[in-house]
């Protein structure tokens, strides 16, 4: 019967390719989430017979963490009032300036053609730091309603964005 | 979706309020990495759009409604600090006849309560209880 490779050798096979993963999507916090994604795979201390089930659970960590990540980087964008009205950040960056209009007019006409109620989630969801239990109570629903309703409204913008070639890759 | 998983836990479990144990579920699930893989690329494309996407109107509704809790723990705490205070100052020591050259020291610490007392106490307990009520249900729809 085959034995699991000690954590310390399998996390040392695949930090190289999560701070590459991470490097990708979020240049300047990379490192630290790099490093968050190890600590919660060491407290976790998974047991896996194969590398490739340890990578993958490293990198459905890493995501999770990223995905709280850009939702805090949303949230601090939303509560800081750009000059001259609501415009996306250019960062001095025009082609960035450009594509980010365009996502916003394609983000702001699926939320418009969605029921309210989907749209609130979604906007609640990704640029506050409002939990869904919140996100329900707030809607005065059950937690699976707006949970449900997070889901479609991801998806029909993801469907969106996707089509005007406005998302980034997912690269592994 | 064939997994049950996809569209509830898997969701909930961004938040931290699935079992740890879901993270081996996710790793596994090929449904559940394409839910995740949706959301990161599209909350990602928010990032530099997330000031004109008009949540601070919404946040702002949400906000009022919060501040309609914090009422509600508010006077519920001042009927908590308001039965306790009660309890601190009733007038125990009233209710007993103690002569003027008894000596303090040997005086038994357990006094007599008077009916009125307890009819005081429960009152404040019953209010208590409400507002312990109003508290929970707050928490519960947090
Ligand atoms: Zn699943």
């Known amino acids: ?172 | 979706m064939s997994c049950e998983h996809a569209e509830s836990t898997t969701l909930l479990w961004l938040d931290g309020e699935a079992p740890e144990a879901h993270d081996l579920h996710v790793a596994a699930c090929a449904e559940c990495q394409e839910v995740i893989d949706g959301l990161e690329r599209v909350q990602h494309a928010l990032v530099p759009i997330a000031a004109a996407l008009g949540v601070a109107d919404v946040a702002a509704t949400v906000q009022v409604n919060n501040g309609f809790h914090f009422a509600r723990w508010g006077a519920a705490l001042a009927v908590a600090a308001s039965v306790l205070l009660a309890v601190r100052f009733m007038p125990l020591q009233a209710e007993v006849d103690v002569p003027a050259d008894t000596d303090l020291a040997s005086v038994q610490p357990l006094l007599p309560i008077s009916n009125s007392l307890y009819g005081d106490l429960d009152a404040g307990l019953e209010d208590l209880d409400v507002a312990l009520d109003s508290l929970a249900w707050d928490l519960n729809t947090l």
């Open chain 1, 1 to 172: 019967m085959p034995t699991s490779a000690p954590l310390g050798q399998h996390i040392e096979r695949n930090q190289h390719d999560l701070l590459v993963f991470l490097s990708r999507r979020a240049p300047r916090e990379a490192e630290e989430l790099a490093q968050e994604t190890w600590l919660r795979v060491a407290r976790a201390n998974p047991s896996f017979q194969d590398e490739s089930s340890f990578r993958a659970y490293a990198f459905t960590v890493a995501k999770r963490l990223l995905i709280d990540h850009y939702r805090r980087s949303a949230t601090r964008v939303s509560l800081v009032p750009l000059e001259g009205g609501r415009e996306p950040s250019s960062n001095s960056d025009p082609l960035g300036a450009a594509c980010a209009t365009q996502t916003l007019r394609v983000v702001q006409d699926v939320l418009d053609g969605l029921k309210p109620e989907l749209a609130e989630v979604f906007r609640l969801r990704t640029t506050t730091q409002m939990s869904f239990r919140a996100i329900a109570a707030h809607q005065a629903v059950g937690l699976n309603t707006a949970l449900g309703r997070m889901h479609q409204a991801t998806k029909a913008i993801q469907r969106a964005l996707n089509q005007q070639g406005l998302l980034p890759e997912v690269v592994q």
